[in-house]
């Protein structure tokens, strides 16, 4: 073999073999898993709005799920992931390669979070839970309900925004802004209260703000759903007659005391226009965000003649009902009776 040959065959060699390192490294800054997630099949990335190319590696690292950073890099660079940040919440698979990831954060394909809200008295308490699922946070969602000319463009009043808010688990993705998830609910609003439902509170005189600030009185009465409609009767008869509600439930909202197990005549003296004891009508507002099944309760109240309730003295949750006060005193004194039984002030 001549000299020439055999520089040839050399040459060769090395480009072969150059070839096949390079191809290598290719491979795992392409093809070759580089995403490990312990104990998990995927972990969770939030990036934040406004972050940049160093916060989102910062971000990554610090979850310690890249294997090899220098090949991501390398690849980020190339794919110029560096120009396309996007915000939000991100499922970050175990064996993920790190193409298959760059091209999700270069997406923006975000995962959605749920958000759920049930049993909620106020809107600070409110703002507090919503910000646990989405990046604003419960500043700029107080903000917002708090704001009278702004919530007049939804047609609602800081008093009564709560009613808005209808308690369900709605899909919406992380970095969604506060006013975008004022509008969602102000769209879920008018999707809840359909033709159906709008002509039934026409048909007991109420307008749909006003079913919802009654509901959530029969909400903080009852947790039974079987009893709801006749519980709404009582205060829809109530109404009707131009009667105080006298409710309970509102007086311990008026305190904003939720500890209150029993209503006593010094908390019916409070001045408040939450206090059913003193005004007449409902509230200005709701005292909770009530479930559906208390409002559909109210829209479907059963007629009767009931003006008066008291729990059973069993404490099975249940109400025991009367159309006239010697009834229901009767049923009150063995209700009382049942509660200094079981020394409950």
Same mark, same amino acid.
């Given at each position: 073999m001549s000299r020439f040959s055999k520089v040839v065959?050399? +040459?060769? $060699?090395?480009?072969? *073999?150059?070839? %096949?390192? %390079?191809?290598?490294?290719?491979?795992?800054?392409?093809l070759k898993p580089n995403v490990w997630v312990r104990d998990e099949k995927s972990a969770t990335l939030y990036i934040p709005t406004g972050s940049?190319?160093?916060?989102?590696? *910062?971000?990554?690292?610090?979850?310690?799920?890249?294997?090899?950073?220098? +090949? #991501?890099?390398?690849l980020a660079k190339r794919k110029n992931l560096e120009s396309n940040i996007h915000a939000g919440k991100y499922l970050i698979s175990d064996g993920m390669t790190n193409i298959e990831l760059i091209n999700l954060?270069?997406?923006?394909?975000?995962?959605? %979070? /749920?958000?759920? #809200?049930?049993?909620i008295r106020t809107r600070e308490i409110l703002a507090q839970r919503i910000a646990l699922d989405i990046?604003?946070?419960?500043?700029?969602?107080? /903000? $917002?309900? /708090?704001d009278s000319a702004y919530l007049k463009i939804f047609g609602f009043n800081t008093e009564n925004i709560l009613t808005m808010f209808i308690p369900n688990t709605y899909e919406v993705y992380w970095n969604i802004s506060a006013k975008e998830m004022m509008d969602r609910m102000y769209t879920e609003y008018n999707k809840f209260w359909n033709t159906e439902r709008r002509q039934k509170a026409e048909q007991i005189g109420l307008s749909p703000v006003e079913v919802s600030i009654l509901a959530s009185i029969v909400e903080k009465e009852t947790n039974q759903n079987d009893e709801k409609p006749r519980m709404a009767g009582v205060y829809l008869n109530r109404m009707q007659k131009n009667w105080m509600l006298q409710a309970d439930p509102t007086i311990v909202f008026a305190w904003g005391d939720f500890t209150i197990k029993r209503v006593l005549n010094i908390h019916k003296e409070i001045d408040s226009p939450y206090n059913t004891y003193k005004n007449y009508g409902l509230p200005p507002g709701p005292i909770c965000i009530p479930s559906i099944a208390s409002i559909d309760g109210v829209l479907n109240r059963e007629n009767h003649k009931y003006m008066f309730f008291c729990a059973k003295n069993d404490f099975s949750g249940y109400h025991v #009902?009367? /159309? *006239?006060?010697?009834?229901?005193? %009767?049923?009150?004194n063995k209700y009382r009776q049942a509660l200094d039984e079981h020394n409950i002030k």
């Open positions: 065959i050399y +040459t060769l $060699l090395i480009l072969i *073999t150059l070839s %096949v390192i %390079v191809g290598y490294q290719l491979y795992k800054a392409i940049t190319y160093d916060d989102l590696k *910062t971000a990554l690292y610090e979850k310690g799920i890249i294997i090899n950073r220098l +090949t #991501f890099e390398w954060l270069r997406s923006g394909k975000q995962s959605p %979070v /749920e958000l759920t #809200f049930n049993n990046e604003p946070d419960s500043t700029k969602i107080i /903000e $917002l309900l /708090e #009902f009367a /159309e *006239t006060h010697a009834q229901h005193n %009767v049923n009150a």
